[in-house]
């Protein structure tokens, strides 16, 4: 959600909240960390606690602090090792000059607790005017309490709003790194499994342009739906709210942006990106406070991973 945005960069196109830097280029690496406005560090200073008697004590803890303006982003105890932002920045060097991948996207979320870099492999067409591209997503946190991770992600852009979809977790990896000394050799080794990502694009190319040419008829359809959204054994509102998703699903499966417009109606990648958008924008309303957390990690990605195997598999 737009709330949770703090800073952030784009190239060429913005954000659907309309907030951040909009670049009209792609930018090198130092180019993406000061447009992004991640050019800040934290520190981890030792908390002290006022007892009773009013004596202070040191504690085991330590708060995690920004520089520009010491704000306390979490807290954690000692053997947590911050990873700084610029850190990040220079994990993506080696990736950017070897031609294979670009900035996309970089920012800070949540008021610089968790900050990210999303970098473009490739792009191509999977049907007419159905873009696939590859993106590498790495993600830090400076909250105490989440790792590193850098995951692969397929996105489809449809009416200039971006959606978020993985494979399923059989061919998507995430690579968690804990925060620790030896987290930046840990992260280098995670950026060299990436160095040569080409070939599994390639293979995520051919496996979407075959669900393009997959027939699905209505009991098929039904299918998936029903193994992805069951109502047996439901009743009263349970049963109310359970139709009505699967309402909302039925209708994106038919009717979603460009389902129609590039005649993939009725095919199996016609039914993923109806189940896709239905899941990321419309079902659970407004008790989904962050669609983009819920896309990247939450239910919503469980329901396109989920998805993408039942609609291979009929």
Same mark, same amino acid.
């Given at each position: 959600?737009?709330?949770?945005?703090?800073?952030?960069?784009?190239?060429?196109?913005?954000?659907?909240?309309?907030?951040?830097?909009?670049?009209?280029?792609?930018?090198?690496?130092?180019?993406?960390?000061?447009?992004?406005?991640?050019?800040?560090?934290?520190?981890?200073?030792?908390?002290?606690?006022?007892?009773?008697?009013?004596?202070?004590?040191?504690?085991?803890?330590?708060?995690?602090?920004?520089?520009?303006?010491?704000?306390?982003?979490?807290?954690?105890?000692?053997?947590?090792?911050?990873?700084?932002?610029?850190?990040?920045?220079?994990?993506?060097?080696?990736?950017?000059?070897?031609?294979?991948?670009?900035?996309?996207?970089?920012?800070?979320?949540?008021?610089?607790?968790?900050?990210?870099?999303?970098?473009?492999?490739?792009?191509?067409?999977?049907?007419?005017?159905?873009?696939?591209?590859?993106?590498?997503?790495?993600?830090?946190?400076?909250?105490?309490?989440?790792?590193?991770?850098?995951?692969?992600?397929? =996105?489809?852009? !449809?009416?200039? +709003?971006?959606?978020?979809?993985?494979?399923? #977790?059989?061919?998507?990896?995430? $690579? @968690?790194?804990?925060?620790?000394?030896?987290?930046?050799?840990?992260?280098?080794?995670?950026?060299?499994?990436?160095?040569?990502?080409?070939?599994?694009?390639?293979?995520?190319?051919?496996?979407?342009?075959?669900?393009?040419?997959?027939?699905?008829?209505?009991?098929? =359809?039904?299918? !998936?739906?029903? +193994?992805?959204?069951?109502?047996?054994?439901? #009743?009263?509102?349970?049963?109310? $709210? @359970?139709?009505?998703?699967?309402?909302?699903?039925?209708?994106?499966?038919?009717?979603?942006?460009?389902?129609?417009?590039?005649?993939?109606?009725?095919?199996?990648?016609?039914?993923?990106?109806?189940?896709?958008?239905?899941?990321?924008?419309?079902?659970?309303?407004?008790?989904?406070?962050?669609?983009?957390?819920?896309?990247?990690?939450?239910?919503?990605?469980?329901?396109?991973?989920?998805?993408?195997?039942?609609?291979?598999?009929?």
């Amino acid at each position: 959600m737009a709330h949770e945005f703090e800073s952030g960069l784009m190239v060429r196109q913005a954000a659907w909240h309309g907030l951040g830097t909009v670049l009209d280029h792609v930018p090198n690496p130092l180019e993406a960390f000061e447009a992004s406005e991640l050019n800040w560090r934290v520190n981890k200073c030792g908390m002290q606690a006022d007892l009773p008697n009013e004596d202070r004590i040191n504690t085991p803890y330590y708060a995690i602090v920004r520089e520009s303006d010491d704000s306390i982003l979490g807290v954690v105890k000692g053997r947590w090792t911050p990873y700084q932002n610029e850190d990040a920045f220079a994990w993506t060097v080696p990736l950017v000059e070897s031609g294979k991948w670009e900035f996309e996207t970089a920012g800070s979320l949540k008021g610089g607790q968790r900050c990210w870099c999303l970098l473009k492999q490739g792009e191509v067409e999977i049907v007419p005017n159905d873009t696939l591209k590859q993106y590498l997503m790495v993600c830090w946190s400076h909250d105490g309490i989440s790792s590193n991770y850098v995951q692969p992600t397929s =996105i489809r852009v !449809v009416c200039n +709003n971006t959606l978020t979809m993985a494979l399923n #977790e059989h061919s998507v990896t995430r $690579h @968690a790194v804990r925060h620790s000394q030896f987290m930046p050799m840990r992260m280098d080794a995670v950026r060299d499994l990436y160095m040569e990502a080409t070939e599994r694009f390639e293979e995520q190319v051919k496996e979407f342009r075959a669900l393009a040419m997959k027939k699905l008829n209505r009991r098929q =359809i039904d299918s !998936v739906v029903d +193994n992805l959204f069951p109502v047996e054994s439901k #009743e009263g509102k349970s049963l109310t $709210h @359970a139709l009505n998703r699967r309402e909302i699903v039925h209708d994106a499966i038919m009717n979603g942006s460009g389902i129609q417009e590039n005649g993939i109606d009725n095919t199996g990648y016609g039914v993923l990106m109806g189940i896709s958008e239905a899941t990321e924008h419309f079902i659970g309303g407004d008790h989904v406070k962050d669609r983009g957390a819920n896309v990247l990690w939450g239910t919503a990605k469980k329901m396109c991973d989920k998805a993408f195997e039942l609609v291979k598999a009929v």
